[in-house]
């Protein structure tokens, strides 16, 4: 009984994960393009020779720091929602969270080997991509019933009808008010 209440919570919580994992993969290509066109990847290349002299507890910081200014801008995106400027707040939030997931793909690719190393980070790694794959396939089958309800198909039938004559409905309301 519980399970069967909380399972829409765990989707949830499973479709904001893979939103995560799905802009990491996206966005690394695209960091890839910005490296390639501005001279980051002589960057870099200094980078990877400084981490290959650390120890995997100093990459560890290496990892972390990059990170550290964004919050700031984080909190200029909070204060912009307090005080009601809702397009600012939303493009600051999502240029915070675009870029941060940018930089952190990007100095991760660089760390990576390094902070391998430790067993705890080793196993933490491990965890989160069993995690990412627990979560899309928690997340599939929701996202087939929709696909096949957006198509027409079976039980969506019913659905797609449902809807349309709730936007028909829609529709009439607002030019009749005008």
């Known amino acids: 009984m519980l399970r069967r209440l909380l399972q829409p919570v765990w989707v949830l919580l499973a479709i904001i994960f893979l939103i995560e994992a799905w802009l990491w993969d996206h966005l690394e290509p695209i960091v890839a393009s910005v490296v390639d066109a501005i001279p980051l990847r002589a960057f870099k290349q200094w980078l990877a020779e400084r981490v290959d002299t650390l120890s995997p507890a100093m990459t560890l910081i290496v990892f972390i720091v990059p990170v550290i200014p964004l ?14 400027y809702w397009t600012s707040a939303v493009f600051t939030i999502l240029f915070a969270k675009f870029l941060g997931v940018g930089v952190t793909a990007f100095v991760f690719d660089v760390t990576k080997p390094k902070l391998l190393e430790m067993a705890w980070f080793e196993r933490l790694y491990e965890f989160i991509l069993s995690l990412r794959a627990k979560a899309k396939a928690l997340v599939d089958p929701v996202k087939a019933r929709m696909r096949e309800m957006l198509r027409g198909g079976g039980a969506g039938d019913r659905w797609s009808m449902r809807t349309l004559r709730l936007i028909q409905r829609f529709r009439k309301s607002v030019h009749e008010a005008r």
């Open 71 to 84: 919050f700031p801008l984080k909190l200029v995106g909070i204060w912009l929602l307090t005080h009601e």
